[in-house]
């Protein structure tokens, strides 16, 4: 269980991000008016009609008066209306969230599940070929950024080979369903989900190798080799399990770090998700939409830290002291 101190310091967090999401798009230089019309609709536009569209925009109030009013409607489930989309920001943002689920999802259980993995494996095996060669290649592949690796990861299976689609996450106008429509997503997915994954696959992968190499030489260790266990329960059961335990804790940190670099991921595959949605709304500088992206994952990350800490003490009772 969370102490109260826990429960406080989430709280506290959530106002500062809410108050950071509203003010990070006000400083944002340029006017939105020219965004939204344009050059030739603003030098057009009567003094009457700019003053209509500044108050619509609620800029035409104080900076606290316009906070009071956005926290107000947070609460009340609106996010505001965009103007650039013509549509509401929660309809707008949920239209996109589903892709980015999916992109973000998958390549944050792969990536964390497969650096587990090879990390227990490599700790095990310290100082040999199969453990030089897997901290050699893992340690060169985090040297280059997701949106690096997608885009030789487009150029060689979508340009050269033509083995999956260089855009998009679904083939348009193909009127799929069932498994086909299935297929079709998961050829689309494949190469976004294998650049993210790949970009964050050293971090868990050095964490848990790390920590497999300290656990390994715990006295519980030698006890448990003592009484005559096999190599299996050894590694996995004994050593294994503890050294999941700073991946675990870091999960909440890299899930902010995997749906921002989604964002770049996206911009190279076109994929039609929630970062891709941020690119097209810094362009417009639509705020409502930009205010709703960063809200939303924000609060993701805060989410994912706090199910850290409530799963933290089932993998390891012994934290549950330290409250």
Known sequence: ????????????????????????PRMMPGDPLTAIYGDE???????????????RFALDQPLWQQFGAYFLALFQGQLGHSYYFNASVLSVILGRLPWTLLLVGTSLVLSTMLGIILGIE???????KTDRAMLAGLMSLNGFPDFF????????????WGIFPLAGA????????????????????FLPVAALTLA????????????????????????????????????????????????VTQTGIWTGRVVTGALFVELVFAYPGVGYLTYEALLARDYPI???VFLMVAISVLVANFLIDLSYP???????YAY
Not at 41 to 55: D, F, N, S, Y
Not at 170 to 189: E, I, M, N, Q, W
Not at 314 to 320: C, E, F, G, I, Q
């Open 1 to 24: 269980m969370l102490s109260k101190r826990n429960f406080i310091t989430y709280a506290i967090a959530f106002v500062f991000i809410l108050l950071l999401n509203f003010l990070l």
């Open 149 to 160: 690796l997608g885009m030789l990861l487009l150029i060689a299976f979508g340009v050269t």
């Open 314 to 320: 089932k993998l390891d009772p012994r934290v549950s």
């Open 200 to 247: 964050h696959l050293a971090g868990s992968y050095l964490l848990t190798r790390n920590t497999m190499i300290t656990v390994l030489k715990e006295p519980y260790m030698l006890t448990a080799r003592a009484k005559g266990l096999s190599q299996r329960v050894l590694k996995y059961r004994h050593a294994g399990r503890n050294s999941m335990l700073p991946v």
């Open 290 to 292: 930009i205010q709703g």
């Open 41 to 55: 609709a603003l030098i057009a536009m009567t003094p009457q009609l700019k003053a209509q569209l500044v108050e």
């Open 122 to 128: 490599s700790g095990w095996r310290r100082g040999s």
């Open 170 to 189: 679904l083939t348009p106008y193909s009127g799929l369903s069932g498994l086909a429509l299935l297929f079709d997503v998961l050829r689309h997915l």
